[in-house]
C-alpha cells in the first residue's frame, strides 16, 4: 500500500534536504503514524477487559521506537536475550514483558529471571522442567495443530515448530501447577499478514475453547489470553485495512459470553508487531544503475537482503512491498516495466518484479514502501552486504538518526584471524 498521505507530505517536504544531508539508502519511520496507531488500537479496545498490547519487539527492534511503543502503555513481545534487554531498557516492567521464545536454552532461562523476571510463554512441555526457578505466573504457546490452517508465511500449524499439542495442552498446565504456578494465560500465535477479521475472530473463540477445556479438567481460572500477531497490513495498493475495530468488538462480545457462563473474564493480551509500525517506515535508496537484459532492471543502491529481506525470502507468494519514485508518480510520466534491484548476488535480491514505474533513470530516488515491521530486523549481511541507516521523522517534523549504517570494519570485527592492519587502516578511514 503506498505510504500514507499524511506521511508522504511530511516526509516529501524534506526528502531532498534529508538525501543530501544522510546519504541513502535509509529506512526512515514515522514517528506521528506509530503513536496514531498506537492510540487507535487502544481506543478500538478501550472497554475490552484489561486489553494490552506486548508489541512484537522482533518487528522492529530499534531501542527509539521500542520507546515510542512504551510511551504509548503497551509492553513488549520478546523472543531472545537481547531483545529482553532491549525491553529491560526502555523502563517496562517485569509484567508488561512476554518471553515467547522457542527451542529455549538455559541461558535465556535465566535472563528471563532476572531484574523480577517476566511473563514466560513457554513453547514446549519439555521446557517446563528445565525452568530453573518456576514462576507463579505461566502461560503456555498453543498449537491446535490440523485444527486449523496458517499461511504462506508462517505454515501450517501442523507442520510448525511452535508451540504445545493439542493433547499435551492440558498436561503441560497440570505440571505446571505441580512445578508451583498459580496464575495462568494462555497464547497462540497461528498466522501471518492475515487480512480476514473472521479467522483472527475464530482464534480469540479457540482460545476461549482451551481456556474451557484446561479450566474444567484442573479447577483453574486464567489470567489472560494473548492473541498472539499476525494481523495483515495492506501491502499492495488494493489490499483493505484490517477491521481493527470490529475484532475489539467481537472480543468484547466473547469474552462478556465466557464471563455470562464462568463468572470471571480473562484479561485480552496482543503481541502485533506489523500492525503498530508496518506501514510507517519506507526504505530510501537511489537508483545506480539502468540495466537492459531479458527485462529492464533498475539497479538501487541498498540491497533487499541486506536491508529488508522481505521480497527474497517470501517471493513469489508473500513479501510485495510498493515501490515508487519520488516526485515522478503523479506527473504524465512514460510508465516502464521493471524489476528493482539489490546488488547481491542472489537472484532473490529483487525488491520488486515486473512493475509499472514512471521512468526511471540514474540518480532518481525510489522508495520501498511498508519497512516498518520485520524489515531491517531481518536484514542479512550475505555477500558483504552491509545494513542501511534508520532515521526516524518526528513529530515536529525534525529528522535524527536513530542506527547509523554498518561500516566495512563493524563487517569484519567478529572475525578473529583478520588481520589487525585491515581493521586500522579501516578504522583510519
Ligand atoms: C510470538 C510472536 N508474536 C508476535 C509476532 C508479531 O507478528 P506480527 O508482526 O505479524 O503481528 C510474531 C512474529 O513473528 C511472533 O513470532
Redesign the pocket.
Known amino acids: 500500500m503506498p505510504m500514507s498521505k499524511d506521511f508522504k507530505k511530511r516526509l516529501y517536504l524534506k526528502l531532498p534536504d534529508i538525501v543530501e544531508h544522510f546519504g541513502t539508502p535509509f529506512h526512515i519511520y514515522d514517528e506521528k503514524g506509530i503513536i496514531q496507531t498506537g492510540e487507535e488500537v487502544k481506543n478500538y479496545f478501550s472497554e475490552v477487559s484489561g486489553f494490552q498490547e506486548f508489541f512484537?519487539v522482533?518487528?522492529n527492534p530499534n531501542f527509539k521506537i521500542l520507546k515510542i511503543i512504551k510511551k504509548l502503555g503497551f509492553g513488549f513481545?520478546c523472543?531472545s536475550i537481547p531483545e529482553l534487554i532491549l525491553a529491560r531498557q526502555t523502563g517496562a516492567q517485569p509484567e508488561k514483558i512476554m518471553l515467547?521464545s522457542n527451542n529455549t536454552s538455559l541461558e535465556e532461562f535465566g535472563w528471563a529471571a532476572l531484574n523480577g523476571g517476566c511473563i514466560l510463554n513457554l513453547d514446549d512441555i519439555t521446557m517446563i522442567s528445565k525452568v530453573p526457578k518456576f514462576p507463579e505466573l505461566i502461560c503456555f504457546r498453543y498449537n491446535p495443530g490440523k485444527r486449523r490452517i496458517g499461511n504462506e508465511i508462517i505454515g501450517n500449524p501442523a507442520d510448525s515448530k511452535y508451540g504445545a499439542r493439542h493433547d499435551q495442552i492440558v498436561d503441560a498446565y497440570r505440571l505446571a501447577i505441580k512445578r508451583g504456578a498459580t496464575r495462568f494465560g494462555l497464547h497462540t500465535?497461528i498466522c501471518?499478514?492475515q487480512p480476514k477479521l473472521r479467522y483472527m475472530v475464530e482464534t480469540v473463540e479457540m482460545l476461549l475453547e482451551i481456556v474451557e477445556m484446561i479450566s474444567t479438567k484442573l479447577n483453574i481460572k486464567f489470567e489472560f489470553i494473548n492473541m498472539?500477531?499476525?494481523?495483515a497490513i495492506p501491502y499492495k495498493p488494493k489490499d483493505k485495512f484490517f477491521n481493527m475495530s470490529a475484532l475489539a468488538n467481537a472480543t468484547k462480545r466473547l469474552l462478556a459470553e465466557f464471563e455470562q457462563k464462568f463468572w470471571y473474564k480473562p484479561k485480552f493480551y496482543m503481541?502485533?508487531?506489523?500492525?503498530m509500525t508496518g506501514p510507517h517506515g519506507v526504505l530510501v535508496t537511489k537508483v545506480i544503475n539502468r540495466m537492459s537484459k531479458y527485462k529492464e532492471f533498475v539497479g538501487v543502491d541498498a540491497s533487499c537482503i541486506s536491508s529488508m529481506m522481505r521480497p527474497a525470502i517470501y517471493y513469489p507468494d508473500g513479501g510485495y512491498h510498493h515501490i515508487s519514485v519520488f516526485e515522478k508518480n503523479d506527473g504524465p510520466f512514460e510508465i516502464v516495466n521493471v524489476n528493482v534491484v539489490g546488488s547481491a548476488c542472489e537472484n532473490n535480491d529483487q525488491f520488486g518484479r515486473d512493475r509499472e514505474l514512471p521512468k526511471i533513470s540514474e540518480g532518481d530516488i525510489v522508495l520501498i514502501h511498508d519497512t516498518g515491521?520485520?524489515c531491517y530486523a531481518m536484514a542479512s549481511n550475505y555477500n558483504g552486504r552491509l545494513r542501511p541507516k534508520e532515521l526516524i521523522l518526528r513529530e515536529d517534523g525534525d529528522v535524527s538518526l536513530i542506527r547509523r549504517a554498518e561500516t566495512i570494519n563493524d563487517y569484519f570485527r567478529t572475525q578473529s584471524d583478520f588481520t589487525p592492519e585491515v581493521l586500522r587502516f579501516l578504522e583510519k578511514k
Not at 498472539?228 to 494481523?231: A, Q, Y
Not at 503481541?271 to 500492525?275: A, L, M, Q, T, W
Open positions: 512484537a522482533k518487528a513481545d523472543s515467547s500465535m501471518s499478514n498472539g500477531g499476525g494481523i503481541e502485533s508487531g506489523r500492525y515491521a520485520h
